[in-house]
């Protein structure tokens, strides 16, 4: 899997996100108009966010086989840090943008007491912006990659599916637990759901640092690719609406990413669709960060736009044009960081 490849899925990972977010509440779909029918009943609109739940699996897969494939090409040297201080200047940049648009029009939520603003401006918590959730868990395995990753590819077959094994039950232990308790009510500190967070994306990234020390992707992409194409459509396709059928539940995410992405990659697909998609991934980051709050703080507008494709089409490209506005100013930064690093 190329480092274009890698741009292009974090692209649809993109969009998967703001369709899960936009239409995962099911009375919300069904005051919208054209949403279909599609199993007992549901919305397809709302069907689709059972793909679409896989959006923060598939970062997280790819960030560990992103960061492992770095940490192999460059003779084990991997910048940790500089990773994370670069999504944080993006965190923050959005942050100083967007909540003072907030305050103005929804000064009951926005900035609230002290405490809050300075949690949310660490990022331990997320009031401000659902979305945010994820940022200081991923900045923290961000951290902690290369001592992850070192272990990995130095150990063993034996000792890594010992270590895949523990991560998976830790998985799915914290998984149950989220499942059937308000954390938030009988541990109401504000740094255990980064905690446990971080603990559960153990798994998937660790998946992803396996995928390149056992090449799992490429070996299937190999063998795929041989194969005619309206064969790959049709699993594919099938994939999905099993998916769609079963439900959305993280369980199934690993054995349905290993298998979504070989066949995505597969697939022979349209030019402007790789180069929309990479444009998108390389926004992606932004755009994870800003959607939100147009959902969030606009939502009536958005949804009074009444058709889902539209207010897809609509929030897509909101995000991006605030991403491409945002860009020129991130870059000159993250490139200090860079040199910064390397000095």
Not at 37 to 43: A, K, Q, S, T, V
Not at 68 to 84: D, I, P
Request: proline share 5%; charged share 10%; aromatic share 14%.
């Amino acid at each position: 899997m190329t480092k274009t490849d890698t741009r292009q899925l974090k692209g649809l990972a993109i969009l998967m996100m703001l369709w899960l977010h936009l239409f995962s509440d099911e009375d919300t779909v069904r005051g919208l108009h054209y949403c279909l029918p599609y199993l007992n009943g549901l919305p397809l609109v709302y069907s689709l966010t059972r793909i679409a739940s896989c959006c923060v699996p598939i970062y997280l897969f790819l960030g560990g086989y992103g960061l492992a494939s770095v940490f192999q090409s460059a003779g084990q040297q991997l910048q940790g840090g500089r990773r994370a201080l670069s999504l944080m200047v993006n965190f923050w940049l959005i942050f100083i943008v967007f909540v003072p648009l907030g305050i103005w029009y929804n000064p009951e939520r926005y900035p609230g007491d002290v405490p809050t603003f300075v949690l949310n401006a660490l990022a331990i918590r997320y009031s401000y912006n659902g979305a945010w959730w994820f940022l200081l868990p991923y900045v923290l395995l961000t951290l902690a990659a290369r001592p992850i990753i070192s272990r990995c590819m130095d150990s063993d077959k034996r000792l890594n599916t010992l270590w895949l094994v523990m991560m998976a039950l830790l998985y799915v232990g914290i998984y149950l637990l989220e499942s059937n308790t308000s954390i938030s009510d009988v541990w109401p500190f504000p740094g255990l759901m980064t905690i446990l967070n971080v603990l559960s994306m153990l798994f998937l990234f660790g998946v992803g640092v396996m995928a390149v020390k056992y090449r799992w992707i490429v070996r299937l992409h190999e063998r795929l690719s041989q194969r005619p194409q309206w064969e790959l459509a049709l699993e594919l396709l099938l994939l999905c609406m099993v998916k769609m059928a079963i439900g959305g539940s993280s369980l199934l995410n690993v054995p349905f990413i290993l298998l979504f992405i070989p066949l995505l990659l597969a697939l022979h697909w349209p030019r402007w669709l790789h180069r929309a998609l990479q444009f998108l991934g390389y926004h992606s980051c932004n755009m994870w960060l800003i959607h939100f709050f147009f959902s969030f703080i606009f939502g009536d507008l958005i949804y009074g736009l009444r058709y889902p494709l539209v207010i897809f089409l609509f929030l897509t490209l909101a995000s991006l044009a605030c991403s491409m506005l945002l860009q020129p100013i991130v870059e000159p930064i993250k490139h200090r960081i860079k040199n910064a690093a390397h000095r």
